[in-house]
């Protein structure tokens, strides 16, 4: 990656950082899909030609999944303006963000590809060695048949057994197959029996076809869901007099386990207290790793204001995030305050309401003399205007111009008609955020937004995080 003199260039990579982690083009609180998706495009368009490299090592940091496509879509589309080192480089990060992307969104991006009539011979061998690193291609072949069917297609690729070629391509005309996994499929169009062996997502359009009811269904099929299968359809299956779907949390991501206890209703949250707060205590563990308890003194402002909860695409996202990082920092701390705008103090039963009185909440975290600050919301204070900036503007060039507290923002929401996440103030670092578990690398990475490091040093950390996820790569494939 090139080292770029250019401080502006700095300056573009954060804001763009910052779009890739906190926007999905979805529709967010205080703007809608079409100027998300606005925002993204012209963000994508303008770093891919002004900062390739830059734009390619993005990959590395912690953006989301749908980002990390629209940027591999974008360098294929775009091979013939890169350089011979510059598709090398870009060929090792692609491969490394693929094997990390769900298959479902990588069988995606390859359908996508061939729509655009992105058929390159770089883009043909990464689809081809995706395809050959998979664990299980019967187990695609039924999970994701035209996703599968497409990628073998676009990139003329053979079938890895004459067998698997069959089923893609023509599944129904084989008496039998020797594949255990296909076979059972076979025989899942005549035998009811037989759609109970098979993933959930498949056998669920065989259940509509031999007319099972839902319940029935449900109650069979429940071995075989994925923990996040189980999740999404709990709540339904609890409602429908279902007893034996009931979703794991242990070992749950803790982000996504946080939107789960939102998603419940505040009975339930009392009722099972025990059970949420030690599953969020120990995926929070998991998260801080080996840096748990190494923080110091932190306390947490931390936004359950009515924007808090999203929309209909991102139902409670925000807040869910703010209450990842609650729990993730109390991990990291050795002395811990965490403070909601709304003034409770009951984490768990926390929902969005009301408005954001962040610079009232700020002065009573600064009156806790914490070594760190860590603000995370989505920057609207508006109780009133403008305090949480002046009162940061005033800490920051009068009352601690040493710096002795660090303070950072952490924005989990994308301002589409800045191109950027709100900003409290010049005076503060402010970093995207979609997964609490990224904040120990957001905290990072906001010092680049600060002004005191230049282009050199963003593109070194950016280097060093590339050669990090290039080596746990390797060490995975020897694996």
């Not at 250019?6 to 083009?25: C, E, H, M, Q, R």
């Not at 103030?425 to 904040?439: F, K, N």
Request: proline share 5%.
């Amino acid at each position: 990656m090139d080292s770029y003199e250019d401080p502006a260039a700095a300056d573009d990579v954060l804001l763009f950082v910052n779009a890739a982690i906190t926007s999905t083009g979805q529709r967010e609180f205080h703007s809608d899909a079409d100027e998300q998706q606005l925002s993204l495009d012209f963000l994508h368009a303008y770093v891919l030609g002004n900062h390739r490299d830059l734009y390619a090592g993005v990959l590395a940091l912690d953006i989301n999944d749908h980002n990390a496509v629209l940027v591999i879509r974008r360098l294929l589309e775009t091979t013939g303006e890169a350089t011979a080192d510059q598709r090398r480089s870009e060929g090792r990060l692609i491969a490394c963000r693929l094997a990390k992307l769900p298959p479902r969104r990588v069988y995606g991006l390859f359908a996508a590809l061939r729509r655009a009539g992105v058929n390159n011979r770089r883009t043909r061998a990464i689809m081809r060695d995706w395809l050959a690193a998979r664990p299980d291609l019967a187990f695609d072949a039924v999970k994701y048949r035209s996703g599968l069917k497409v990628a073998l297609r676009h990139a003329h690729l053979a079938p890895a057994s004459e067998e698997l070629g069959a089923f893609v391509f023509a599944p129904q005309t084989r008496e039998h197959y020797t594949t255990p996994l296909l076979e059972t499929w076979r025989r899942a169009h005549d035998e009811q029996a037989a759609l109970y062996e098979l993933p959930y997502t498949a056998a669920e359009g065989f259940a509509a076809k031999h007319h099972i009811p839902r319940k029935v269904f449900l109650e069979r099929i429940a071995p075989r869901m994925t923990r996040l299968e189980t999740l999404r359809l709990q709540e339904y299956a609890h409602k429908i007099g279902i007893t034996g779907v009931q979703a794991d949390l242990s070992g749950m991501p803790l982000t996504r386990l946080a939107a789960h206890v939102l998603s419940l209703p505040v009975e339930d949250r009392l009722r099972r207290r025990a059970e949420l707060t030690h599953a969020l205590e120990s995926a929070a563990d998991r998260a801080a790793g080996s840096h748990r308890g190494s923080w110091g003194k932190v306390t947490a402002v931390l936004d359950d204001s009515f924007s808090a909860v999203g929309s209909a695409h991102q139902r409670r996202r925000p807040l869910a995030v703010a209450l990842a990082c609650h729990y993730l920092l109390a991990a990291l701390a050795g002395d811990y305050t965490g403070l909601w705008t709304s003034g409770r103090t009951d984490a768990l039963l926390t929902y969005p309401y009301g408005p954001t009185p962040l610079g009232r909440r700020i002065l009573d975290a600064l009156d806790t003399t914490p070594s760190r600050l860590v603000i995370v919301s989505d920057g609207w204070d508006n109780a009133p205007p403008g305090l949480a900036a002046e009162v940061l503007r005033i800490w920051r060039t009068r009352l601690d111009p040493e710096r002795r507290t660090g303070i950072v923002h952490l924005n989990p929401v994308h301002d589409a008609a800045d191109f950027d996440v709100r900003r409290l103030s010049s005076t503060v670092p402010t970093a995207g955020i979609r997964d609490a578990e990224d904040l120990p690398a957001l905290v990072e990475l906001a010092q680049f937004a600060e002004g005191r490091t230049g282009m050199a040093e963003l593109a070194t950390y950016m280097n060093t995080r590339a050669a990090r996820m290039l080596s746990r790569h390797r060490q995975e494939q020897a694996r």
